[in-house]
C-alpha cells in the first residue's frame, strides 16, 4: 500500500476516535499524546482499529514506538499489504 | 544496565514495619502517632517541615529524595537538601508576588521536579495546594478554578497555551501564571517559574500551621452538580506517614515508586507527602505508561515498593509475562493497588510474574489517605480490599429513615462507613456546607460506595451507590459531561454512564437525543464527539456517543442513568415506577 493510501486510513480512524483533531494541519512529527490529546486508552482504540483495518499484527510491545503519526506510518507500512 | 540503584543494594528484605496487624490495631491511638512526626513548637506543624525540613539535620539530608526519568536522557537525583531548597525558592517565590497563608496555588502540570516543589512551597508557605491532572481539557480546568478561585495558577507553557490562555481573563481569580518546565516565550500575564525561582533565596522558615488550617484542596466529582473541592489540613500529615509506613511498607532505605500522577489524590498523599515523611527515595517518571519502559525502571532502579493502579496491571497482563521475564525484579519487596477493585487474578498474576502478589487497598478523595488495607503482615484475600488499617474502624450501614443501621451479616450488602475522626478526614467541600454534612449520619462517614464484610473482617467493593463512573481509578462525574454535550446546539438531551471496560475497570458512554431538525448521523455524532474531547479532555470525555429517540427520564424531569446503563448492559430494569409515562 501507497504511503500517502495508508495516511488517509491512518487519519480516519484517528479522527473517528478523536474528532476534536484537525486532521487538515496535523503535524507528523509531534507527539499525539502531548499536541492532541490522545491519552492510552484512545492508543489503544486506535491501533486495534488499525489492526482490524489493515490486517496487520500489532503487538502490544511495540505500541510505544508509535508517538507521532509519521512513526505510525512508518511502522505499517512495510508490513501494510495491498 | 545500571545497578544497583541509587542506595546501594537492597540486601536482605526487611521485615515488614506491620508484622502483627491485630496487635497493633489493639494498641494504636492517633495521639501516638503523632509522636512519630516532628512537629512545630506550640503544638503546631507544618505537612512540608515533616516532608523535608525535619530531614535535614539527620543523614537522610544528604540521601535522595527523587530520582526524576526523564523522558530521554539520564536521570537526576535530588537529595532531601536540594528538594527543600527548591521548594523554599518557590516559599520566598509566591512570598514575593503576595500571596498570603491560605491563599490557594493551583497546579496544573505534568510530572517534573518543579512540580513538586510547587507543591511543597506551597505548603511551606502555609498556601493551600490543589493538583489538577493535566490531561484534563479547558472545562474542567475553568469550573475548578471558578470554584476554587486560586490566586495563583502553576502550570507549564504548553498546557497555558493549549488549555487556559483563551479563558483566564475572563476570571478574577489566578492573578498569577507561574510557568514551569522549558519557557521559550512567557504569553503576557506570565511569568518563567524557573528563572524567578532561581533569583530567590534558598533560605525559608517553613510557617508553622494549625493542625486544622487547611493544606489541599482535592477536587472529586458526584453523582450532581459540580465538582467537590475535598478540604484537607496539615494535621493529615499524620495519617499519610503511618499509612505509609502500615499499608505500603515503606522503610527508610526503600525505592519506592507511586504511578500516579500528582493531578490526583493518591499522587499527592502518597506520591509526595507519605514516600518523603518516610524518607525514602521516590522514583518519579515523566512518561506516562509504557510497558517496557515500566518494566525497565522496575530493573534499573532497583525499586523495592511499587504502588500502582488495577488498569496499568491489567495492560501489563495483556502483554504476557514473557516481557516481565526478561526483567529482573528481583528487588521488588511489596506491591500494592489502588483505584479501583483489584481482579483476583491480577493478584496471583503478580505473584507469578513479578515474583509478589498485589495487595489490594480502598480509600478516596475525601478519605485523605487509606483506610482498608491488604497489609503486608496479613494474609491477602484476593479481590478484597482488605481490613482497615490501625486507627480506623469501619462498618456496613444500612439507611434507615433516622439514621442509619450497621449490618451484622456477612452476606449483607450496604454502604461502606467510616467512624469519625481521622487526621486525614476532609473537613469540608469548598462552600458546600450542606453537601458536606449530608455525608456524615451521627459518628459515621458515609462513603457512596456499596460493600460487604465476610466473617473474618475484611471488606468486599460491590459497587457505587450512585451514578459516579469510576474510569482507570478515577471518579468522573456524568453531570459535569452531560453538561458539556448539551451545548451543542443539536442536542436535544444527554446521559452518561459507565459501560464495563476490560482494561479501564470502565468507560464513559454517552447517549444523547437530537433536537427536531438533525439527522443522527455519523458527521454529527463525530461533532459532538469532537465537541466532548475538545472542552473536557480525553480522561473525562466520553468513548462512545449514541443517539436515542429520547432517553428515560422520571416524572420529575431526571433522566434515569441507572435505566440507560440497565438496558445497555442488559441487566434488570428494577424499579421502574418513577418512570415517566410509566413503563414502555
Known amino acids: 500500500m501507497n504511503r500517502e493510501r495508508l495516511r488517509d486510513i491512518v487519519l480516519e480512524e484517528l479522527s473517528a476516535i478523536a474528532p476534536d483533531i484537525d486532521i487538515a494541519t496535523l503535524d507528523e512529527r509531534a507527539r499525539l499524546r502531548d499536541e492532541y490529546d490522545l491519552d492510552s486508552m484512545d492508543a489503544l482504540n486506535l491501533l486495534t482499529a488499525l489492526h482490524r483495518r489493515l490486517k496487520v499484527d500489532i503487538p502490544e510491545t511495540d505500541y510505544a514506538r508509535m508517538q507521532s503519526l509519521r512513526d505510525l506510518l512508518d511502522y505499517l507500512e512495510p508490513r501494510a499489504g495491498g | ?584
Open chain 2, 1 to 584: 544496565m545500571r545497578s544497583p540503584g541509587p542506595q546501594g543494594p537492597a540486601g536482605e528484605a526487611p521485615p515488614p514495619a506491620l508484622t502483627d496487624h491485630d496487635a497493633v490495631r489493639a494498641t494504636f491511638s492517633w495521639r501516638q502517632a503523632r509522636e512519630q512526626l516532628a512537629g512545630l513548637p506550640g503544638g503546631r506543624l507544618n505537612i512540608a517541615h515533616e516532608a523535608l525540613d525535619r530531614h535535614l539535620g539527620t543523614p537522610t539530608a544528604e540521601r535522595i529524595a527523587m530520582r526524576f526519568l526523564p523522558r530521554q536522557g539520564e536521570p537526576v537525583d535530588i537529595s532531601y537538601r536540594a528538594l527543600a531548597e527548591r521548594a523554599n525558592r518557590f516559599a520566598n517565590l509566591l512570598a514575593a508576588l503576595g500571596v498570603k497563608p491560605g491563599d490557594r496555588v493551583y497546579g496544573i502540570a505534568h510530572r517534573t521536579p518543579d512540580l513538586y516543589a510547587a507543591a511543597l512551597g506551597t505548603l511551606k508557605h502555609g498556601g493551600v495546594f490543589t493538583p489538577l491532572f493535566s490531561a484534563f481539557g479547558p472545562e474542567p480546568i475553568r469550573s475548578r478554578v471558578e470554584i476554587g478561585e486560586p490566586v495563583v495558577l502553576v502550570t507549564t507553557e504548553r498546557l497555558y497555551r493549549r488549555k487556559i490562555a483563551d479563558w483566564i481573563g475572563e476570571t478574577p481569580s489566578a492573578q498569577r501564571v507561574l510557568l514551569i518546565g522549558e519557557v521559550a516565550e512567557a504569553p503576557p500575564g506570565t511569568l518563567d517559574a524557573g528563572q524567578a525561582m532561581s533569583e530567590q533565596s534558598p533560605d525559608y522558615a517553613t510557617r508553622p500551621m494549625a493542625p486544622e488550617d487547611p493544606a489541599l484542596l482535592h477536587f472529586t466529582s458526584g453523582t450532581t452538580g459540580r465538582p467537590k473541592g475535598a478540604i484537607h489540613v496539615h494535621e493529615a500529615v499524620v495519617a499519610h506517614h503511618v499509612t505509609g509506613r502500615y499499608a505500603l511498607d515503606l522503610q527508610p532505605r526503600d525505592i519506592y515508586w507511586c504511578t500516579a500522577d500528582p493531578g490526583w489524590v493518591t499522587g499527592t498523599s502518597y506520591g509526595i507527602i507519605a514516600p518523603l515523611t518516610n524518607g525514602v527515595t521516590m522514583v518519579v517518571d515523566e512518561e506516562e505508561f509504557d510497558a517496557e519502559r515500566w518494566y525497565r525502571i522496575l530493573e534499573q532502579e532497583r525499586v523495592t515498593v511499587w504502588y500502582t493502579a488495577p488498569t496499568a496491571i491489567r495492560m501489563l497482563m495483556k502483554l504476557g509475562p514473557a516481557l516481565a521475564r526478561r526483567h529482573d525484579l528481583s528487588a521488588l519487596r511489596f506491591l500494592a493497588s489502588v483505584g479501583e477493585p483489584l481482579n483476583p487474578e491480577a493478584v496471583h498474576w503478580g505473584r507469578a510474574t513479578l515474583g509478589r502478589p498485589f495487595h489490594d487497598n480502598w480509600w478516596q478523595t475525601e478519605t485523605g489517605g487509606i483506610m482498608i488495607a491488604n497489609v503486608a503482615g496479613m494474609p491477602i484475600k484476593p479481590g478484597s480490599m482488605g481490613r482497615p488499617v490501625p486507627g480506623i474502624e469501619a462498618a456496613v450501614a444500612r439507611r434507615t429513615d433516622d439514621g442509619i443501621e450497621l449490618v451484622k451479616d456477612p452476606a449483607e450488602t450496604g454502604e461502606l462507613a467510616l467512624k469519625t475522626p481521622w487526621p486525614s478526614m476532609f473537613r469540608g467541600y469548598l462552600h458546600e456546607e450542606a453537601r458536606y454534612r449530608k455525608c456524615f449520619v451521627g459518628d459515621w462517614y458515609l462513603t457512596g460506595d456499596l460493600a460487604r464484610r465476610d466473617e473474618d473482617g475484611y471488606f468486599w467493593f460491590i459497587g457505587r451507590a450512585d451514578d459516579v463512573i469510576k474510569s482507570s481509578g478515577h471518579l468522573i462525574g456524568p453531570f459535569e459531561v452531560e453538561s458539556v454535550l448539551m451545548e451543542h446546539p443539536a442536542v436535544a438531551e444527554a446521559g452518561v454512564i459507565g459501560v464495563p471496560d476490560e482494561v479501564a475497570g470502565e468507560t464513559v458512554k454517552a447517549f444523547v437525543s437530537l433536537k427536531p431538525g438533525h439527522a443522527p448521523d455519523e458527521a454529527l455524532r463525530r461533532e459532538i464527539l469532537g465537541l466532548a474531547r475538545k472542552r473536557l479532555g480525553p480522561a473525562v470525555a466520553p468513548r462512545q456517543v449514541e443517539f436515542r429517540e429520547r432517553l428515560p427520564r422520571t416524572r420529575s424531569g431526571k433522566i434515569m442513568r441507572r435505566l440507560l446503563r440497565a438496558r445497555e448492559l442488559g441487566l434488570p430494569e428494577g424499579d421502574t415506577s418513577t418512570l415517566e409515562g410509566g413503563r414502555e
